[in-house]
């Protein structure tokens, strides 16, 4: 403990850029958005919040009777026992006051050393397994932060756990106190107790925990529904979010929630990354100083410093692609707050949600599939937690502008099995022609394949929009295809690409179709990606590589087509009905001696 004597309490690095009382719009606005966070029923019932209260005071109680067990097991003596009965403590979202209803609850239990990690991941296994009340139990211990995931009382729980080098555990025991890090028995403890020391050290550090609260909830709904609120595929998670706002409540300690929210979006929308996002001066020197976060512009695209020794990254997953769409996002957050605040736009048109698979032309689809229910979470959990490798591997294939990777799994029904897919969205730059994404698909299959469970399996395909199942849209449906609009081009540019298909004509039409080649005379490997498409369309497209278009695909997992454009077809549905009108005339006159005669003349 002695070596951490000189690691001194977090203090607030940001000063207040302005102390100006709110307005009357500032308090109109702020009404408004409580209306609105109500309706979206974003605050837990009472009732919700008691059963929490009671399942984590059992859950204490289930871990003070286990540690006993495993005390008399070893041979300590029982005044030992009473001594060292372990503690429970809250972190993340819950420990914050911002969690949603339904919301899992970050959980740590804190034990002293006589009590083994491998205890954890087995005798406390096999207890909690025999409590009816406690299911979907799915222990990870080989996780960087070891963690069993369960459901008590269908109120979901992540318990992790750390050991202190103490044969009486305080009443009284600080997390915070960076003491405490002296007590740990290995840096996997220091790692777990981590949690609840940012979580305690944020709300310390902000100056109006409501308006705080307040802003946060809002936050972390927006990113939900904006598809953007996921720490394992390359976005802030809930830490870094809560970091976030928290430094621009620094910054603005008298606004209210609604113009905090309007300034985040203002400085995050120009934020100089990578300039890493502090709420304190981080702290060097010290036992741990090789864990501290140091600058590195080529890994850490969009760094948010952890408040508590040692200081590290929580958005190190970021990537060149996500880190994109976070920026495009900023900017639209910071144009609907404008709008708000004008009295132009409603709160609900800052947090539409996006429609994911209305956004691109083709994806990625990784499909998950096994025999055994237990298996099935083991191999979902695996894939996400490594989904950013294939992400990072996508940002290095040429011809991509970006890849989105959505949120979540979607199940799906296989029979004798059980099966989810994750899809992975692809912008093409303008004017590519080929892409080629088999290098990251087999590196990321490699990955897995060693611990992937027995009986299980894991598919890589690329298809077009066209060809996504009916299960990936709400309720089952398909949304039925609408109108493209006519993309004028500018003048500066070049006349529109005339559209040529191969094989037989092309069939007009405004909505995209998808042709498959089914023959086995296209025996191709190259497993690529093609884009062709007018200059004028793809200059236009915001969120896809060819607006409008023919996707084609020859069956190949990997080789996909997209062939014109609904301009370029026009072009051409023009020019073949001048040609019609032509051999029209001419068969006119032929039949006609005496206008044949006329034209001669």
């Not at 692609?321 to 910071?334: A, D, M, P, V, W």
Request: aromatic share 8%; proline share 6%; net charge neutral.
């Amino acid at each position: 403990m002695q070596a951490y004597a000189n690691i001194r309490e977090p203090r607030p690095r940001n000063q207040p850029v302005t102390v100006q009382p709110p307005t009357a719009k500032d308090r109109n606005t702020t009404a408004s958005l409580m209306a609105y966070l109500r309706e979206m029923q974003l605050f837990e019932p009472e009732e919700e919040s008691m059963r929490r209260e009671t399942v984590l005071a059992a859950l204490n109680e289930l871990c003070v009777n286990w540690c006993k067990e495993v005390f008399l097991s070893k041979g300590y003596s029982e005044d030992l026992i009473n001594e060292a009965a372990p503690k429970i403590f809250t972190f993340g979202s819950y420990r914050l006051g911002v969690h949603d209803p339904g919301a899992d609850i970050d959980t740590l239990c804190v034990f002293s050393s006589q009590v083994d990690r491998k205890d954890f991941f087995t005798s406390l296994v096999a207890k909690l397994m025999t409590n009816p009340e406690i299911t979907n139990i799915t222990p990870v211990e080989a996780a960087k932060v070891p963690v069993i995931s369960m459901e008590y009382l269908s109120v979901p729980i992540d318990l992790t756990c750390a050991r202190l080098n103490l044969n009486v555990m305080p009443e009284d025991l600080l997390l915070a106190d960076p003491k405490i890090l002296g007590l740990a028995c290995d840096s996997t403890d220091i790692l777990s107790l981590n949690g609840p020391r940012v979580t305690d050290t944020i709300l310390n550090l902000v100056p109006e925990r409501e308006t705080f609260r307040t802003a946060l909830r809002t936050i972390k709904y927006w990113a939900k529904c904006r598809g953007i609120y996921s720490n394992a595929l390359g976005f802030p998670g809930g830490v870094a979010w809560a970091m976030m706002t928290a430094s621009v409540c620094q910054s603005f300690p008298t606004v209210l929630p609604s113009n905090l929210l309007l300034r985040l979006f203002y400085s995050f929308a120009a934020w100089p990354w990578p300039t890493p996002v502090l709420l304190t001066d981080i702290q060097y020197g010290g036992p741990l100083t090789r864990d501290v976060w140091v600058p590195d512009n080529r890994v850490h695209l969009m760094p948010v410093i952890t408040p508590t020794y040692p200081a590290f990254n929580s958005t190190f997953n970021i990537t060149v692609s996500t880190k994109k769409i976070l920026q495009k996002e900023f900017e639209r957050g910071k144009e609907k707050l404008q709008e708000i605040f004008k009295g132009t736009a409603t709160w609900e048109s800052l947090c539409e949600k996006l429609d994911f698979f209305q956004e691109y032309l083709v994806y990625l689809r990784i499909d998950c599939i096994t025999k055994v229910e237990d298996d099935f979470r083991k191999l979902h959990g695996l894939v996400e937690s490594r989904l950013r490798f294939m992400i990072k591997s996508l940002d290095n294939t040429e011809g991509l502008e970006y890849v989105h990777p959505k949120m979540g799994a979607v199940n799906f029904p296989e029979e004798g099995a059980f099966a989810c897919a994750f899809f992975i969205g692809l912008k093409y730059k303008q004017g590519v022609t080929t892409i080629n994404v088999s290098m990251a698909r087999n590196e990321f299959k490699a990955k897995l394949t060693a611990q992937m469970p027995p009986d299980s399996d894991i598919n890589v395909s690329v298809i077009t929009k066209r060809q996504l199942p009916d299960w990936v849209f709400p309720g089952g449906k398909r949304p039925a295809p609408t109108k493209r609009r006519r993309v004028v081009a500018p003048k500066a540019e070049a006349k529109t690409e005339e559209t040529k298909t191969e094989g037989t004509k092309t069939e007009e039409t405004n909505t995209e179709e998808t042709k498959t080649e089914g023959t086995k005379t296209e025996e191709t490997n190259t497993e690529e990606t093609k884009t062709e498409g007018t200059k004028e369309e793809a200059k236009a497209s915001a969120n896809e590589g060819v607006k409008g278009g023919e996707v084609k695909s020859n069956g190949n997992a990997d080789d996909i087509q997209i062939i014109g454009s609904t301009e370029g077809r026009k072009a051409k549905a023009v020019e073949e009905s001048s040609d019609n009108k032509r051999k029209l005339e001419d068969k006119e006159r032929e039949e006609n001696p005496r206008d044949q005669k006329k034209a001669r003349g």
